[in-house]
């Protein structure tokens, strides 16, 4: 059983920053691929970003590739991700998850609550 929790949400301008930290339960997260996945309002959930066990390797979705990154520090159970140029349309609340299987799948074993990152226009 794995116990994920999300913080670093809030409101932020059009253009701005914000990191996220998913602080996880445990003394086997680094056997954990990690990932991001986001929930606006009225839509369904989408995949953000992954990251792989020993964090040598990441993918992205195409609308946050070159803004967002993924990272973790296995030595503090921790996944973040660090999200630069700010769109509206980034709004949504974000949810950290961790996968048993080798890769992050689209139905990950567990999440976080979530937190809400608004960006103003």
């Known amino acids: 059983q794995v116990q994920l929790v999300e913080s670093g949400g809030g409101t932020v301008q059009a253009g701005g920053s914000l990191r996220l930290s998913c602080a996880a339960s445990?003394?086997?997260?680094?056997?954990?691929?990690m990932g991001w996945f986001r929930q606006a309002p009225g839509k369904e959930r989408e995949f953000v970003a992954a990251?792989?066990?020993?964090?040598?390797?990441?993918y992205y979705a195409d609308s946050v590739k070159g803004r967002f990154t993924i990272s973790r520090d296995n030595s503090k159970n921790t996944v973040y991700l660090q999200m630069n140029s700010l769109k509206p349309e980034d709004t949504a609340v974000y949810y950290c998850?961790?996968?048993?299987?080798?890769?992050?799948?689209?139905?990950?074993?567990?999440w976080g609550q979530g937190t809400q990152v608004t960006v103003s226009s």
């Open positions: 998850a961790a996968d048993a299987s080798s890769v992050v799948r689209g139905t990950p074993d567990w």
């Open positions: 445990g003394r086997t997260f680094s056997t954990y691929p």
């Open positions: 990251i792989s066990r020993r964090g040598d390797s990441a």
